[in-house]
């Protein structure tokens, strides 16, 4: 890189899933979202698309509940985000959830990963280094469902992120949105 270039900007958009349920004798992996989430969803798309936390790709863990909420949070972004299964972020941790990110390809700058706690929560606390300290703090204490984490990374490639590089953006639930209008 010449001396005087700077890096390019990443963001990453940490989506934890909406609210499930939890019906007798269903497998975790096939647990459907409860009425609660089938209302914080959407609540979320429109705030991205309103705030222009719009990706280019968008990693959806392969749990029925992530994929529902995917589906609607998507219905309020452009419709040629591609989007993607993703095994890799379907109960595991941090380090794992990074392994996912580091491969994404360097022509994609604005990522979504759509999956669980605990991974996003200690993934999330992992990479801010700094940032917005009201949201900081919002998100040390709870990562609940359907909330977002948006941090901002001056690495060239996600193969660069990692612990502390990047900036917590915001932090936003969709109780804090409701309670907004």
């Given amino acids: 890189m010449p001396e005087n270039a700077k890096p390019m900007t990443r963001r990453l958009m940490l989506l934890r899933h909406a609210k499930s349920a939890w019906p007798e004798g269903v ?6 979202l409860a009425g609660r989430g089938r209302k914080a969803a959407p609540v979320i798309g429109d705030y991205m698309a309103r705030t222009g936390l719009i990706p280019d790709l968008a990693l959806v863990s ?40 580091r491969a994404v390809e360097p022509s994609i700058h604005r990522l979504l990963l759509v999956g669980h706690n605990p991974g996003m929560t200690e993934l999330a606390l992992m990479l801010a280094g700094d940032g917005d300290a009201a949201a900081l703090a919002r998100l040390r204490g709870k ?12 690495v ?3 193969s660069d992120v990692g612990p502390g ?5 915001r932090f936003v ?7 907004s209008t």
């Fill in 173 to 179: 639930t969709p109780h804090m949105l409701e309670q």
């Fill in 62 to 101: 392969i749990a029925r509940r992530a994929q529902e909420t995917w589906a609607l949070v998507s219905e309020a972004l452009p419709p040629d985000i591609v989007a993607e299964n993703a095994a890799g972020i379907y109960e595991v941790g941090a380090p794992a959830i990074l392994a996912t990110i």
């Fill in 143 to 154: 990562f609940p469902t359907a909330g977002l984490a948006v941090l901002d990374f001056n």
């Fill in 156 to 158: 060239e490639q996600w």
């Fill in 27 to 32: 497998a975790d992996q096939r647990r459907p």
């Fill in 165 to 169: 590089k990047g900036r917590l953006i």
